[in-house]
């Protein structure tokens, strides 16, 4: 499984974009996917998490509200719409994919490149 992250930019605060992350192999609609942050210096932080069914979502407390995931499985991909971006959500983003949604970043068996996402103040 090959996953491959892209829609990342740079926007104001209070901006919105839509991350994207398509997939290539076999068997998407039976993964979970995610999606992590890494800022500058700091530690791969949880961002959300969707179940393969899309039932079960998880968001981290700090994009709570804000940010939304969401998948196509017929398109096998999987979105993060990111609105009321704060400079604090700059980072690079990546989606992962997994056999459960978690927070935790070893949960995942497949991780994309990553898409940079600036928030200018």
């Known amino acids: 499984v090959q996953l491959q992250a892209s829609g990342g930019g740079l926007v104001q605060a209070g901006g919105s974009l839509r991350l994207s992350c398509a997939t290539s192999?076999?068997?998407?609609?039976?993964?979970?996917m995610g999606w992590f942050r890494q800022a500058p210096g700091k530690e791969r932080e949880f961002v959300a998490a969707?179940?393969?069914?899309?039932?079960?979502?998880y968001y981290a407390e700090s994009v709570k509200g804000r940010f939304t995931i969401s998948r196509d499985n017929a398109k096998n991909t999987v979105y993060l719409q990111m609105n009321s971006l704060k400079p604090e959500d700059t980072a690079v983003y990546y989606c992962?994919?997994?056999?459960?949604?978690?927070?935790?970043?070893?949960?995942?068996?497949?991780w994309g490149q990553g898409t940079l996402v600036t928030v200018s103040s």
């Open positions: 992962a994919g997994g056999t459960r949604p978690t927070s935790v970043p070893r949960g995942y068996d497949y």
């Open positions: 192999g076999r068997r998407f609609s039976s993964y979970s």
């Open positions: 969707i179940s393969w069914s899309g039932g079960t979502i």
